[in-house]
């Protein structure tokens, strides 16, 4: 296996604060990789480090076992989806996209060769002509990834380029680029803050917080067994569970973790009880909350099974081995 | 809970001259814009009609009285040579401190669109407007002074052994002179400074407005400083290069008093239209004279559109 990206304790420090601090990391070729993270916890700087817009204030930063800790970003062999697109309002489409080999010298013809077979791709073709201020919002992203992947670059980086798409749309794009992953096998760094969007594209994800990595793992690793108290909170819909609760619920006086979908309610032989206090209609299903303890504990019960309204006392039941310790203490 | 009613009492006259406006938009849009299009179309676009009219009349040459008859005599006139001399001469001098003027602007305009911060976005604007809150005189004789043969520059120059580069600057045939303020050097100098805010400010405006992932974008894509300058950063901040040039160019044309003060006796189109229409009372070729910036402008205008300038707009 190679290491396409590779942060030795990587650090870029602002004064103070501190956006990334002493980050190990290991990024291996042809995977989708995912950055997590709420705003401000060193995601995005990351990205910029690999890009080379940040320089790390400590720290070694390898690409293909290359360090680039002082090449600036235009030698380096990787290209960047900008979460604002970034295209260049005064060329058109085939001109943006065909600007990577313009600046390499390449011959207009070849380059605009090269233009409408990326076009082709990311099934744009005909729009060569247009400015980008004549394209949608979705059209603009497929511009944007033709533009990068123009150059053949050997990391895809892209900085929340979902972000500003409606839903379906969204949806839509999320399986195309996986798909383009897949077929390119070039190794993508996904940067998000939508936990979904990351649990359902990534092969490997790293979820920041504070400027470090909480965990690192599959998406499966992550929504099921997350380390701590941060990561169970931040991805996916998990009950987090507090010393008490989890005692309530038959284990150990220690902080853990439950899905909502590990819990079933109207259980007859069951001893714990909890009263409903809110319930929330999802469509495919409903989320179900009840008092325990000191904590909220929420089920997902699916459509077709009785909904109980507020006020209404039920008997939980769950798997034990669903229930998933935290390191917090 | 007490029954209210949907609609809010009327507090008065107030409220009812909203409403009506809020009925009729239209009608408000023209009670906003009547006053600036009665000043602009009666005044400002009456007096240009007035000064076109008058371009097309001609002057009897015995009596000096103004023919009230449409001819095309006066704009030849344009073209003798001594006359055309003026054009030319005018037309190179606003060009040069156009292109002066935007070649020191940059590296300012740049700095503070992108990195002033606070404070020191405060000392830009201060540095920049500073100047123009002093009289316009009072700065060209201020310039005359330092640029005198007695002035601060010569002074300077001869105090560290380097006064023979004025010298030398001062005996380049056509720019040359006596002294840095009877040259054409001279002129030039003063129009750069006085206008230099002019072309500062609306390029400022336009860098700002350009994003900083677009440059990202560039390097990102593999170019280097000089290639993102010229393909990304010059084509988005051309309009306000354009609106900074019509400033600097527009105001150097039709100058009268800069030329006057410094430089040689030499005429530029604006103290030609003075010396026309005061002591020569020859109305006509002042207005001809004073029609050919406008249409040096219009040219200019049309060429920068046709060149993409306004693309990025």
Redesign the interface.
């Known amino acids: 296996m190679t290491v396409a990206v590779k942060f030795e304790s990587v650090s870029r420090h602002f004064g103070a604060v501190r956006a990334v601090d002493e980050v190990n990391l290991s990024i291996a070729e042809g995977t989708f990789f995912a950055m997590l993270g709420p705003s401000g916890s060193g995601k995005t700087t990351c990205l910029r480090l690999i ?3 940040e320089k790390p204030t400590g720290g070694t930063i390898k690409i293909f076992g290359q360090d680039v800790s002082n090449i ?4 380096r062999h990787v ?2 989806v ?3 697109y ?5 060329m058109n489409v085939r001109d943006n996209v065909a ?2 080999p ?3 010298g390449v011959s207009k013809a070849k380059r605009y060769a090269k233009a409408d077979e990326m076009l082709s791709m990311v099934k744009l073709d005909g729009y060569g002509d247009r400015k980008p201020n004549q394209l949608s919002g979705g059209q603009r992203q497929r511009v944007a990834l033709a ?2 992947l123009v ?1 053949e670059p050997k990391v895809l980086l892209l900085d929340e380029p979902l972000g500003a798409l409606d839903l379906k749309l969204r949806e839509a794009m999320q399986d195309e680029l996986k798909a383009l992953q897949q077929r390119l096998g070039i190794t993508f760094v996904f940067v998000t803050h939508d936990q979904h969007e990351a649990l359902s594209m990534a092969d490997t994800l790293a979820v920041f917080n504070e400027g470090k990595i909480a965990q690192i793992g599959s998406p499966e690793e992550i929504y099921g067994r997350p380390y701590n108290r941060f990561v169970a909170d931040f991805v996916g819909s998990s009950n987090v569970l507090s010393p008490e609760a989890t005692k309530a619920l038959g284990g150990p006086a220690r902080w853990s973790s439950l899905r909502p979908e590990a819990l079933k309610i109207d259980a007859a032989n069951s001893t714990i009880n909890a009263v409903v206090t809110a319930v929330r209609y999802l469509g495919a299903g409903s989320r179900v909350a009840f008092k325990l303890a000191d904590s909220e504990i929420a089920a997902y019960i699916p459509a077709g099974n009785r909904i109980p309204e507020v006020g209404d006392a039920a008997r939980l039941s769950f798997n034990v081995a669903d229930l998933h310790l935290l390191d917090d203490k | 809970m007490s029954r209210r009613n949907a609609i809010l009492p009327s507090r008065g006259f107030g409220d009812s001259f909203t409403a009506f406006f809020w009925r009729h938009p239209k009608l408000f849009l023209g009670v906003l814009l009547a006053p600036p299009l009665l000043w602009l179309g009666v005044v400002y676009l009456g007096s240009l009609f007035a000064l076109l009219i008058q371009s097309f009349y001609s002057i009897d040459e015995f009596s000096g009285v103004v023919k009230e008859e449409f001819t095309l005599k006066t704009y030849g006139g344009l073209f003798r040579p001594s006359n055309f001399d003026i054009i030319i001469r005018t037309l190179v001098m606003s060009a040069a401190v156009t292109l002066a003027c935007a070649v020191i602007a940059f590296p300012i305009a740049y700095y503070a669109a992108r990195f002033a911060r606070g404070r020191w976005r405060a000392v830009f604007y201060l540095g920049i407007m500073l100047p123009l809150w002093s009289s316009y005189l009072v700065k060209v004789y201020a310039w005359k002074l330092i640029l005198a043969k007695e002035g601060i520059i010569t002074w300077a120059a001869d105090a560290v052994g380097g006064g023979f580069v004025i010298d030398a600057v001062l005996s380049l045939p056509g720019i040359g002179g006596n002294s840095l303020s009877t040259s054409f050097i001279g002129t030039f100098i003063v129009f750069v400074y006085v206008w230099l805010p002019f072309m500062i400010l609306p390029m400022q405006a336009s860098l700002e407005r350009v ?1 900083t ?2 440059l ?9 400083r000089r ?1 993102v300058f010229w ?2 950063i010059l ?2 901040a051309m309009p306000g290069v354009i609106a900074g040039s019509i400033f600097t160019f527009s105001l150097t044309m039709g100058d009268y008093i800069i030329p006057q003060i410094i430089g040689t006796s030499a005429n530029f189109i604006g103290m030609a239209v003075f010396q026309l229409q005061g002591i020569a009372g020859n109305i006509p070729l002042a207005a001809a004279f004073a029609v050919v910036p406008i249409l040096i402008m219009l040219i200019y205008l049309w060429l920068a559109k046709k060149g ?1 300038a306004f ?2 707009l």
């Open positions: 890009s080379g817009f600036p970003p235009n030698r290209n960047t900008f979460q604002d970034a295209l260049f309002p005064h600007y990577g313009m600046v390499a533009r990068s150059n | 994003p992932s677009m990202e974008a560039s390097a990102d894509l593999g170019a280097s290639q393909t990304v084509p988005l993409g693309d990025a």
